[in-house]
């Protein structure tokens, strides 16, 4: 079982927009804004797609944003294109103990 | 190129011992933390392990805690995983992967990944 707790999958027809969304604890995500969101496309490795909640990497598409309220942290995808068909995953920082937590990922179909 | 590449994987008994290399290029290795993220097949990312640029913070996860031990060697560009006692429950693809943090580990995102080499683990 993951830390963090994500729909196994979502799906959405092309142009629609969907939200992915990543529920933890008061102990990751909800003490820190230290969220993460990877794409992977299967037998390649993950792509960092948002940090800090809400920014995104150079190169990264502006139709992919992020969120959080308390302890659920989201990812929306706005104007579905065939690409973005692939797992997703969120990840949190979790303390000096534990440090960091993924979640079990959610398989996003486009339709 | 900004590149990592992952090597030493295999076939291996339980309890046996097995170390992972990632060679790193493109980018000054000695600014960065780096860490180790596993997948098992058909499963999601299990964070493993994770090291300050100077070695001086290191973290592991409490499934690996005690039995695997992440080093590097900055004048080599390189980062290692010393894999002991070895589990079926090890068996994964494992990933190296660069510390988003300039000088700083920041534990939280991680922006440049290798291909990652099999580890797997049966009698």
């Known amino acids: 079982q993951s830390a963090l707790t994500q729909p196994a999958s979502v799906s959405g027809s092309p142009g629609q927009s969907i939200t992915i969304s990543c529920t933890g604890t008061?102990?990751?995500?909800?003490?820190?804004?230290?969220v993460s969101w990877y794409q992977q496309h299967p037998g390649k490795a993950p792509k960092l797609m948002i940090y800090?909640?809400?920014k995104r990497p150079s190169g990264v598409s502006n139709r992919f944003s992020g969120s959080k309220s308390g302890n659920t942290a989201s990812l929306t995808i706005s104007g579905l294109q065939a690409e973005d068909e692939a797992d997703y995953y969120c990840?949190?920082?979790?303390?000096?103990?534990?440090?960091?937590?993924f979640g079990g990922g959610t398989k996003l179909t486009v339709l | 190129e900004v590149q990592l590449v992952e090597s030493g994987g295999g076939l291996v008994q339980p309890g046996r011992s097995l170390r992972l290399s990632c060679a790193a290029s493109?980018?000054?290795?000695?600014?960065?933390?780096m860490h180790w993220v596993r997948q098992a097949p058909g499963k999601g990312l299990e964070w493993v392990s994770g090291?300050?640029?100077?070695?001086?913070?290191?973290g592991y996860a409490d499934s690996v805690k005690g039995r695997f031990t992440i080093s590097r060697d900055n004048a080599k560009n390189s980062l290692y995983l010393q894999m002991n006692s070895l589990r079926a429950e090890d068996t994964a693809l494992y990933y190296c992967?660069?510390?988003?943090?300039?000088?700083?580990?920041?534990?939280?995102?991680?922006?440049?990944w290798g291909q990652g080499t099999m580890v797997t683990v049966s009698s």
């Open positions: 090291i300050s640029w100077n070695s001086g913070s290191i």
């Open positions: 800090e909640v809400s």
């Open positions: 992967a660069k510390d988003m943090g300039s000088g700083v580990i920041r534990w939280d995102a991680f922006d440049i």
């Open positions: 990840c949190s920082y979790a303390g000096s103990s534990t440090h960091v937590v």
């Open positions: 008061s102990s990751d995500v909800g003490s820190y804004n230290l």
């Open positions: 493109g980018f000054t290795f000695d600014d960065y933390a």
